[in-house]
């Protein structure tokens, strides 16, 4: 699991096919502390287990699942990353908890200055806009961003100027393709509310449950 707080951009050093899909030697922008052969960190918001740790050089494989849900397929040698090693129990929850299992591709429909602050807004799959919210969470090339606004297909972030210099989300332009992952929360909910065992009797907890002790709208 992640936060979604990115600690770092990388580095693609290396890209080479294996297999079906991608090996990418990668290098952090930060120092890997008690490296762990193994262990998951997330690049531009997908999961990759990190093997062959060499200072804040490692290797990562891309199976073919992952390069059609993710932008990673698209990336060249010397492309910068977001980058975030796993949350541990002790963390800091400052973003939203995140897998690290990208939905699908977005695309970015406009970016424009609002003050001191940048406003995108993206499209996506519209089998995924029930998951969207407004002033709910989403995980866009890694970083926990809270939406602004949906409505059909769109929905827009505002983003403060800290974020945009320390992450790739300043590369950003109309058209741009990113990787989203919709808060897990929303689709837990969904799963058990839809889960009604043969023979087990109604549950209490509906979608007017829900709704009368304000958690929908």
Known sequence: MFTGIIQGLGTVIEKRPS???????????????????????????????????KGRRFLADVSPES???????QLEVGSKVNMERALRLAD??????????VDTLGRVEER?????FTLFTFSLDAGLTKYIIEKGSITIDGVSLTVNSCSGNRFSVSIIPHTLAI????????????????????????KLLGAQPAGASES?????????HGFLR
Request: include cysteine; charged fraction near 20%.
């Open 19 to 53: 297999g079906g899909g991608i090996v990418f030697c990668l290098e952090a922008g930060f120092e890997l502390t008690d490296p762990e052969e193994g262990e998951s960190i997330a690049v531009n918001g997908a999961c990759l287990t990190a093997r062959d740790i």
């Open 67 to 73: 390069l059609t849900r993710t932008s990673l397929g």
């Open 92 to 101: 800091r929850l400052g973003g939203h908890l995140v897998s690290g299992h």
């Open 112 to 116: 424009k200055a609002a003050g001191n």
């Open 167 to 190: 992450t790739t989300l300043g590369h950003l332009r109309q058209g741009s393709r990113v990787n989203l992952e919709v808060d897990i929360i929303g689709k837990y909910v969904e």
């Open 204 to 212: 209490k907890i509906n979608p007017a449950f829900l709704a009368e």
